[in-house]
């Protein structure tokens, strides 16, 4: 049902962001895009799980009209930072940011797997194909 409400927003989203016709007046396009802007909303989550290159990321975002809030996080094998931010009529600004130091790098597993996760895409994974000299990914759908 989520997923139904969400692609029936985003296809009202792109109606709403077609073209204006010439034929109006430059006055009429903008509050047509004013009013746009104050009715748009849209919640979307993405995630990866680096089990190969130790590694990980993610983000959300949700708008309501002119609000937008948010975060997006990583890991590199030497940081993990989380930065949440919002946006709105006073601009872009970040409220709050956390980072620590955790360790001398990233470290390679070729027996890993990588996690991805999105709003819009559903959840897969990846492996390494060891069965050939030269190493590539290969899709393991779960």
Known sequence: MFKFVLIASLL???ALAAPLNDDLDQEEKLRLEKEQNESAQYTFGSQVVDGINDGEMQREESRDG???SGFYSYYDGFVKRKVHYEADENGYRVVKEDMEVVGDGPVFNPEGQADVTGSLIGQY???LDNSEKDKHYKDIHS
């Open 66 to 68: 002119t609000k937008v």
């Open 125 to 127: 994974s990846i492996k």
């Open 12 to 14: 009202v989203s792109v």
